[in-house]
RNA sequence: GGCGCGGUAGCUCAGCUGGUUAGAGCGCUCGACUCAUAAUCGAGAGGUCGGGAGUUCAAGUCUCCCCCACGCCA
């Protein structure tokens, strides 16, 4: 048995994510999650909220409550979603934890005794009205290239000039529009990535079986220019974890806090550590998942997540475990994605447009969502989300293929022999040609599932339902009942098991129509198969079942038509 | 501008270290079946693999140049 711990990048607590994150990151890592547990493997799922920053301070401020109250009810709504897409994580933890709080001083103690961190003094805007430091983008003014009026600090969004806030004409806060702003001094708290450079490089290189996405970004990252620079991990701000060198002061930090992207993927490690409190388990559970010396040297560390995210997953989180010098599992495998488009353009959440996870639940049920997001997911490129093709894939697959596979061979068995598995006849040379290629493709389904290769894994799972369709067809059973009615009776029988055999397999992908096949069925038993033969013959003769309710509505040309019109533009 | 990732059938995409007539699903055409959610099954049409040059006995698959789309730029 092996020890499956899983993480899936942690979601931005301001607002509510959209289906291209969703497919990013989560999706993908429950699906693997599932498959593991299924396969009977250890496996512990962890996703979080991150919290802090600029973004959730002004998205408090905007919704009129204390960052506290917003980041908690966010949460809360967040892990709601997550719950409605069957997302199955073993906890959904938060960054502001105190576990993160404690583990996040704790790294930065330990860096600073390695000689890890810098500090370094920089000039930043300071706005007198708003009683803090700006983020450079966070100051508007007019470009001095182009002279456009609404600037960023960072850069111009309409020469894309690359700015320095002080290089604006006429500067203001994007915050209040106050223009009362001055710049000071102020110290700051750098990890010294740049030391550690080769290790890293090294690192990289020897993961040889990684995604070239993922390696490639974290080459860039290492190679391009003057090569990985050193990253300031504190800001001046209220909400976050205050800066201490672990659990002392840190003279000359006070009233500072650490920069979101530094605390964020030690939230991965604290929430194993709520995890073990939220469920009254004791420290040493969480730890033998995460420290090498205490048991996790036999866990394999899979991470998933957005080619944004693999930055500080290839190198600054790495650059903090390594640099701490102590004994933290390091990630085993770095699966990233591309993006998800929507209709010709991107999902944006600052632009609200798309389908968000939210409204993506009032309209459809989440299996239909799990099934084509996966089957569609952006693994080697940029995929493309458009009505017509959600619409067709989701009817084709899921109502067409398996939903009316089910329905067939249910309302047949009804019809002419009862709902109970029928007795009699024996299999013959075409069950065994079906067996034999059931065998072949479980074996790839496997294969590719365990390599997280998802479309491919999806392609296999759906030729997996519709051999059952060829089967009935090749032997039609209809027919055969009018001559040798003990002959269709077999057939019909191993049309029943293939049900429960589909419900096992198509758990990972859809495990809601995955319970249903398997209540109608009447049945617990969700082994894994091995030997096809015997998962086909698990339903005995004389087994009572129910004809279920149709799996999967289609979605009509009229609902199609609907939803277009009503995400053509942006949420509010 | 630099860098990154792509440009393969009408659509969405596969094609590992170069090697027989370039693949899948959808869509389309034709046929079969009638148990089923007007579902299913079979057959077929459809591509000079962005353009050009080169390496090679052999290139979608390697090299160079160009064009196009997208993304990132601490």
Partial sequence: MTRHLITSAIPYINGIKHLGNLVGSQLPADLFARYQRARGNEVLFLCATDEH????????????????????????????????FRLSFDHFGRSSSPQNHRLT???????????LISEVSEKQVYSNADGRFLPDRYIEGTCPNCGYDK????????????????????????????????????????LRQSQMRDQLDEWINSKTDWPVLTTSIARKWLHDGDGLQDRGITRDLD????????????PGMEGKVFYVWFDAPIEYIACAAEWTEATGRDDAEWERWWRTDKG??????????????????????????????????????????NYLNYDGGQFSTSQGRGVFMDQALEILPADY?????????????????????????????????????????????????????????????EEQALIDELSRR????????????????????????????????????????????????????????????????????????SGRMLSAMNTLDTEWPSDVTAALTALPAGHAFTVPDVLFAKITDEQREDWQARFAGTRD
């Fill in 296 to 337: 996790a040297d036999d866990v394999r560390y899979t991470q998933f997540m957005g080619k944004d995210n693999v930055p500080f997953h290839t190198l600054s989180f790495p650059a903090t475990i390594i640099g701490s010098g102590e004994p933290w599992k390091l990630v085993d495998y770095i699966k990233s994605f």
């Fill in 442 to 513: 479980l074996e790839a389904y496997d294969r590719s599932m365990e390599r997280m290769e998802v479309r491919k894994s999806a392609q296999e799972l759906r030729a997996i339902w519709a051999a059952g369709n060829e089967y009935l067809q090749s032997v039609a059973p209809w027919s055969t009942f009018k001559e040798d009615p003990e002959k269709a009776a077999m057939q019909v029988r191993l049309g029943l098991n293939l049900i429960r055999f589909y419900a096992v397999l198509s758990a990972p992908f859809i495990p809601d129509a």
């Fill in 151 to 190: 600037a960023r600090g960072d850069q111009c969004e309409n020469c894309t000039k690359q700015l320095d806030p002080t290089d604006l004409i006429d500067p203001r806060s994007a915050i209040s529009g106050s223009t009362d702003l001055e710049v000071r001094e102020t110290k700051h708290l750098f």
């Fill in 105 to 115: 001083q704790h790294f930065a103690g330990r860096l600073a005794d390695a000689g």
């Fill in 53 to 84: 920053g600029t973004p959730a301070e002004l998205a408090a401020a905007k919704a009129g409550k204390p960052v506290e109250d917003y980041c908690r009810e966010m949460h809360e709504v967040q892990a709601r979603i997550a719950e409605g």
């Fill in 239 to 250: 909400w976050g974890i205050p800066v201490k060198k672990g659990e002392e002061d840190w």
């Fill in 369 to 429: 969502w799990r099934w084509w997001l996966l089957s569609n997911c952006p693994e080697s490129s940029d995929s493309e989300f458009t009505w017509e093709n959600f619409q067709s894939g989701v009817n084709k697959d899921l109502a067409d293929v398996l939903g009316n596979f089910v329905s067939r061979i249910t309302k047949f068995c009804r019809s002419k022999f009862g709902e109970a598995v029928p007795a009699g006849g024996d299999m013959g040379a």
